[in-house]
């Protein structure tokens, strides 16, 4: 007897606890595939959303580069990759950051792409939809470099928009 009343007591404790908890937010993912880049590669982009807002980013992008100075995707070497262009992979710019970075500082970048990609995630990151819309519209792709911090890629527009089309898969 005495163990069934201690049990109802602690019970009896945890009931207000209980109701004063609040129930956290599920998080669910958003995901496509854009192109915010040309017409030679293709990004996958991914947000976390909880509720209506973007508490994580990622960006990556993948292209045919050199199989000699690129690792390319899984496969790439087996059945899956006979039909590429000869010497070349399928290939993560975002594994491929450094070598990827090297021809753009060829081309005069000064910010390696894996830190413009984390400049574009934190831009977005902690902003609904709503909000993420109302910065893009009517911009050029020149304020859209200007308007994200850190970033100096001219197509960062486009990898926002690709963002705001993955938060809304999620939703």
């Given at each position: ?9 602690v ?13 956290a937010?599920a ?5 496509t595939?854009y ?7 293709f ?27 690129s690792?390319?995707?899984?496969n ?18 975002r ?41 893009v519209?009517?911009k ?32």
């Amino acid at each position: 007897m005495k163990k069934v009343l201690s049990l109802l007591l602690v019970v009896c404790m945890l009931i207000p606890a209980l109701a004063l908890a609040e129930e956290a937010p599920a998080v669910v993912i958003g995901q496509t595939q854009y192109a915010a880049h040309g017409t030679k590669c293709f990004a996958v982009l991914t947000v976390a959303m909880e509720g209506d807002t973007i508490v994580a980013a990622y960006i990556d992008e993948y292209q045919f580069m050199s199989a000699e100075t690129s690792v390319g995707v899984p496969n790439s070497d087996a059945d899956f990759g006979t039909n590429f262009p000869e010497g070349m992979v399928l290939a993560s710019k975002r594994v491929n950051n450094e070598a990827y970075s090297a021809n753009m500082a060829g081309a005069g970048s000064t910010v390696a792409l894996a830190d413009n990609y984390a400049a574009i995630e934190a831009f977005v990151t902690g902003k609904t939809v709503a909000e993420l819309e109302a910065e893009v519209e009517g911009k050029t792709a020149e304020e859209m470099v200007d308007a994200v911090s850190g970033c100096t890629l001219v197509d960062t527009l486009g990898y926002v928009q690709g963002l705001i089309e993955a938060a809304k898969a999620a939703q």
